[in-house]
Nanobody, 125 residues
Framework: QVQLVESGGGSVQAGGSLRLSCAASGVDVSWNCMAWFRQPPGKGREGVAALDNAGDTSYADSVKGRFTISIDKGKNTVYLQMNNLAPEDTAMYYC???????????????????WGQGTQVTVSS
């Protein structure tokens, strides 16, 4: 059984930083493609960052240069370091994993099979 448990969300002021964590079980974060998505209030879910087993990454244009996705193989955990946060980054953030593994990255919701429950990030101006 696959479980993804996010943590690290909270409330920060604009310009601040947060690091989200996703503790995984039932998937290998160094093999399966892992990603972070977010869903702002009243909007759809959008891809933020993804990482494959070759170390390739993909980021949404809105977060390039500010967010970094990484893994800790020993802890089987995925991280999202978020710097220079802005009010438009306010959203529920979700960790996601696909089931097949391989060297590809995707920011499409439909490419992912497993989802965490989410962690809220609120950025005030």
């Amino acid at each position: 059984q696959v479980q993804l448990v996010e943590s690290g969300g909270g409330s920060v002021q604009a310009g601040g930083s947060l690091r989200l964590s996703c503790a995984a079980s039932g998937v290998d974060v160094s093999w399966n493609c892992m990603a972070w998505f977010r869903q702002p209030p009243g909007k759809g879910r959008e891809g933020v960052a993804a990482l494959d087993n070759a170390g390739d990454t993909s980021y949404a244009d809105s977060v390039k240069g500010r967010f970094t996705i990484s893994i800790d193989k020993g802890k089987n955990t995925v991280y999202l370091q978020m710097n220079n946060l802005a009010p438009e980054d306010t959203a529920m953030y979700y960790c996601a994993a696909e089931r097949y593994g391989g060297s590809w990255v995707s920011l499409y919701v439909d490419d992912y099979h497993y989802w965490g429950q989410g962690t809220q990030v609120t950025v005030s101006s």
